[in-house]
């Protein structure tokens, strides 16, 4: 199937502006095209049908895709989403972003991403399981610790991946965890998985207020989306002293000028599954949110959250993306032209596939590092990662934004990989 799509038809289609991007950036850092062609296609798209046995006997066929989209550095990586609004263009997209990721924080995986397309809530535990054991076996060798390694990703969680290191040990006939990441502590888990990405989006938001020249222990933040990434970050901002002053879910938003209190706001999601009515805030709703007054914007939620109608009222200096695809070209065209910085999502939420990277590294080996160990390497990682691409930017970006920045900064990566690999028909040496 082509990944070139009819831009007409499909404004705000995730792909279409990747691959927009991803040209671009070929052009601005001199590559050759070749470069592009190889990215602009995943090497293998699979798209399965996976038949689970329901509870009351009859047989019902999902539908699943993994897409692997580029292996120059290493095994395919990337999570796998259970979802009844995945699309195929998504999917490709999501695995473009993977690629990129690894690239830029020097994780040797490649990019990846996979589906089944099927609503979770309306599954028992058990189907739910048969479910995932069956998309392991129709991808059999497809998947595998030197192949592609499939993550948690949205309504896939530890104990799914538990399943699948399971399922492809038995079909292995050994022992075979690595096959996955993100698994429970007990079956060959990394410490601070969980929290990965929400640190690492705060890590990199510090680096960003120190470039700002922000006073970080005084910066206001506002979050949109309490879930795994908004509220593991949340937490280490109260910590750090910066006053959270307003979050969001699907529910609606929350506002207190002067800081909410975090953990007393975990324990109210946690009774009443929603930020909305946590007392001693004002109520907001997500538009709100937006366009508050704070120093540091998070998106955490989903795509396409800042577009062409709402980033004229964001008044943060900077934004971080913590979800995948959270701003429009047209948003981060308005973001520009209103100086704010926009720390793009394949940096800003790579502490997940880094902690992940140290997961298979730990599985490999067959040792365990302490919590300690996990969160310092991480701290490096990403510190690093935004020093190298926030002065890149600096250097080459002059008219334009950091999320040009960090695709030049990894493609060109991947090109000198795909240089050395010999895939690249290059001139002189010059790719
Ligand atoms: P999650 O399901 O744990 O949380 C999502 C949160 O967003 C929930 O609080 C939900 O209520 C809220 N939400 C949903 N719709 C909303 C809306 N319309 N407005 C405001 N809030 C809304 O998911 P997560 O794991 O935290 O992932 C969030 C984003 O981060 C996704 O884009 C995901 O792809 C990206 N991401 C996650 C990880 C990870 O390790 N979890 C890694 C990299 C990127």
């Avoid at 066929?61 to 979802?83: A, D, I, S, W």
């Avoid at 995986?109 to 479910?131: N, S």
Wanted: charged share 25%.
């Amino acid at each position: 199937m082509s990944v070139e799509v009819d831009k007409a038809e499909k404004k705000d289609n995730v792909l279409v502006a990747t691959l927009d991007k991803v040209k671009q950036a070929v052009e601005l850092a001199e590559l050759s095209p070749e470069v592009y062609e190889h990215l602009k296609t995943p090497m293998r798209f699979l798209e399965v049908a996976i038949p689970v046995e329901m509870e009351d006997g009859t047989t019902r066929v999902y539908t699943g895709y993994r897409c692997q989209h580029n292996n120059v550095f290493g095994p395919y990586k990337g999570g796998l989403r259970y979802h009844p609004d995945v699309t195929t263009d998504s999917i490709k997209a999501l695995s473009m972003w993977m690629t990129l990721k690894c690239s830029l924080v020097g994780v040797p995986f490649g990019g990846a991403k996979g589906a089944i397309v099927c609503d979770v809530q309306e599954l028992t535990v058990k189907e739910k399981e048969r479910m995932t054991r069956s998309y392991v076996r129709v991808l059999g060798s497809f998947i595998g610790p030197e192949t592609d390694i499939p993550a948690p990703d949205v309504f896939t969680d530890a104990q799914v991946m538990a399943w699948i290191a399971d399922e492809y040990s038995s079909n292995m006939r050994e022992p075979s965890f690595g096959v996955v990441t993100g698994k429970p502590l007990a079956v060959g888990g990394c410490v601070g998985r969980n929290e990965a990405t929400g640190r690492g989006v705060f890590f990199v938001a510090r680096e960003a207020a120190n470039a700002f020249d922000i006073p970080f222990d005084k910066a206001r933040i506002a979050i949109q989306g309490f879930g795994n990434v908004g509220s593991n970050a949340a937490v280490l901002f109260a910590e750090a002293g910066c006053p959270v002053i307003a979050v969001s879910d699907v529910s609606g938003g929350i506002y207190n000028k002067d800081g909410l209190e975090i953990e007393k706001l975990i324990e109210h999601v946690k009774k009443t599954g929603f930020v909305k009515g946590f007392p001693g805030a004002q109520d907001i709703d997500n538009q709100e949110l937006l366009a508050i007054d704070c120093d540091i914007l998070i998106p955490a939620a989903l795509e396409n959250q800042l577009t062409g109608s709402n980033a004229g009222n964001v008044k943060a200096k900077i934004v971080v993306e913590g979800a995948n695809g959270p701003t429009t070209p047209e948003a981060d065209q308005i973001l520009k032209d209103k100086k704010v910085l926009v720390v793009p999502d394949i940096l800003a939420n790579s502490g997940g596939v880094t902690v992940s990277y140290f997961e298979w590294v730990q599985n490999n080996y067959g040792f365990r590092w302490d919590l300690a160990t996990v969160n310092r390497r991480l701290e490096e990682k990403m510190s690093e990662a935004f020093k190298m691409v926030y002065h890149y930017y600096c250097e080459k970006c002059v008219d334009s934004d950091m999320r040009t920045g960090a695709y030049m900064y990894s493609i060109k990566r991947l090109a000198e990989a795909m240089h050395y690999r010999g895939w690249l028909n290059d001139k002189n040496g010059q790719y």
